[in-house]
Nanobody
Framework: QVQLAESGGGLVQPGGSLSLSCAISGTISRQRVLRWYRQTSGNRREWVAALGGGGSTNYRDDVKGRFTISSDDFKNMVYLRMNSLKPEDTAVYYC?????????WGQGTQVTVSS
């Protein structure tokens, strides 16, 4: 059984930085895509960043150049480095692992950007 656990959320001032971590327990396929999503109250969960098995990365337009997704396959960790944070980045951030046969979600970690 695969389980994901996010950490690293918190309160940060506009312009500040935060690093989120996602610990993956269990065995995942090499044909996996690692993703981060976020959700604000009353809104749909939206995709933020993706890291493919071959190392390719993709980002939603409003975080390009500010956010970086990475992984440590040896440690089974996924990271999201967030720089130049804006109030509109405030949300619960979720780690996601997609495989051809299954998809997994973490419980989320709150990120609040406010002065």
């Amino acid at each position: 059984q695969v389980q994901l656990a996010e950490s690293g959320g918190g309160l940060v001032q506009p312009g500040g930085s935060l690093s989120l971590s996602c610990a993956i327990s269990g065995t995942i396929s090499r044909q996996r895509v690692l993703r981060w999503y976020r959700q604000t109250s009353g809104n749909r969960r939206e995709w933020v960043a993706a890291l493919g098995g071959g190392g390719s990365t993709n980002y939603r337009d409003d975080v390009k150049g500010r956010f970086t997704i990475s992984s440590d396959d040896f440690k089974n960790m996924v990271y999201l480095r967030m720089n130049s944070l804006k109030p509109e980045d405030t949300a619960v951030y979720y780690c996601n692992v997609w495989e051809p046969e299954a998809e997994y979600w973490g419980q989320g970690t709150q990120v609040t950007v406010s002065s």
